[in-house]
């Protein structure tokens, strides 16, 4: 589904991501972990195209998009949480989602200006599939509140319903269980083996050891902008080097 190839990011001195090689298969929920500074969100901003990468090569259904603009590779299926903190505070959950939804719609200022019947019809769409998105993540009760009034748990649920906006095949998820109680953490981690039976293939960041081994298929751990290990929770688990990588660090991996 998405192959990496030896991909490096410098930013000047630093290799903050240093010839990582990695496979994620389809359909799957593949975890990226390690301690602070690793280059997990560097890798993210690589692979949804934020940052261009020095070096290596970027393989989504084995079409080359490398060098493809984040818009772009939206566009081909990889979608991305976006920080909770860029919701509309003073807007309701369902507002947030339409706008979410509108940006992806093709009306422009002379369809506004006369009230076209395109964009009736595609305000229309985009409020119908926020509603299906506002199901999926299980918000329907709370589409009146206001981000303002909502858990931190509400917050990241509307978070996951904008990152399907895009009809992503891949979804990645940049700490999704941050700031929420254990019981909270369960129902994410519920929701992403939802979207995963829903076809997606899901790649989150997470710094919560328990929710990882108890959902993931596939463990890459970096450490140093590097690939240090990969395998199943287990695997990962028992490997001495990244067991060194956590102890020597000041991470608090059972966090
Ligand atoms: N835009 C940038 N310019 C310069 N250095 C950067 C930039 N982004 C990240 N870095 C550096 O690259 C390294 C990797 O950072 P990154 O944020 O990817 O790590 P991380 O594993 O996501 O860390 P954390 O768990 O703390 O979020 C760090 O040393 C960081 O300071």
């Given at each position: 589904?998405?192959?990496?190839?030896?991909?490096?990011?410098?930013?000047?001195?630093?290799?903050?991501v240093?010839?990582?090689?990695?496979e994620f298969?389809?359909?799957?929920?593949?975890?990226?972990?390690?301690?602070n500074?690793?280059?997990k969100?560097?890798?993210?901003?690589?692979?949804?195209?934020?940052?261009?990468?020095?070096?290596?090569?970027?393989l989504?259904?084995?079409k080359?998009?490398?060098?493809?603009?984040?818009?772009?590779?939206?566009k081909?299926?990889?979608?991305?949480?976006?920080?909770t903190?860029?919701?509309?505070?003073?807007?309701?959950?369902l507002?947030?989602?339409?706008?979410?939804?509108?940006?992806?719609?093709?009306?422009?200022l002379?369809?506004?200006?006369?009230?076209?019947?395109r964009?009736q019809?595609?305000?229309?769409?985009a409020?119908?599939?926020?509603?299906?998105?506002?199901?999926?993540?299980?918000?329907?009760?709370?589409?009146n509140?206001?981000?303002a009034?909502c858990?931190?748990?509400?917050?990241?649920?509307?978070?996951?319903?904008?990152?399907?906006?895009?009809?992503?095949?891949i979804?990645l998820?940049?700490?999704?269980a941050?700031?929420?109680?254990?019981?909270e953490?369960e129902?994410l981690?519920d929701?992403?083996?939802?979207?995963?039976?829903?076809?997606?293939?899901?790649?989150?960041i997470?710094h919560?050891?328990?929710?990882?081994?108890?959902?993931?298929?596939?463990?890459?751990?970096l450490?140093?902008?590097?690939?240090?290990?990969e395998?199943?929770?287990?695997?990962?688990?028992?490997?001495?080097?990244?067991?060194?990588?956590?102890?020597?660090?000041?991470?608090?991996?059972a966090a």
């Amino acid at each position: 589904m998405l192959k990496v190839e030896h991909l490096t990011k410098m930013f000047g001195g630093l290799a903050a991501v240093n010839d990582v090689s990695v496979e994620f298969g389809a359909n799957q929920i593949n975890a990226i972990i390690g301690p602070n500074g690793a280059g997990k969100s560097t890798f993210f901003n690589l692979i949804s195209g934020v940052h261009q990468p020095t070096s290596g090569r970027i393989l989504l259904e084995g079409k080359d998009v490398t060098t493809m603009r984040c818009d772009h590779v939206a566009k081909l299926g990889v979608g991305r949480t976006f920080q909770t903190t860029n919701l509309f505070e003073t807007a309701t959950v369902l507002d947030n989602l339409i706008v979410g939804y509108r940006l992806r719609t093709n009306s422009g200022l002379w369809d506004v200006l006369i009230n076209s019947k395109r964009l009736q019809a595609e305000e229309k769409a985009a409020r119908e599939k926020a509603r299906e998105a506002l199901d999926f993540v299980g918000l329907t009760y709370a589409e009146n509140r206001y981000i303002a009034d909502c858990t931190q748990e509400e917050r990241k649920r509307v978070a996951f319903a904008l990152a399907l906006a895009t009809q992503p095949k891949i979804v990645l998820l940049d700490e999704p269980a941050a700031g929420v109680n254990p019981e909270e953490t369960e129902g994410l981690a519920d929701l992403m083996k939802k979207m995963v039976k829903h076809g997606l293939t899901v790649c989150l960041i997470e710094h919560k050891m328990d929710m990882i081994m108890g959902i993931a298929d596939k463990i890459m751990v970096l450490d140093h902008g590097e690939k240090i290990a990969e395998g199943t929770p287990e695997e990962v688990k028992n490997n001495p080097v990244v067991i060194e990588a956590y102890l020597g660090s000041d991470h608090d991996a059972a966090a």
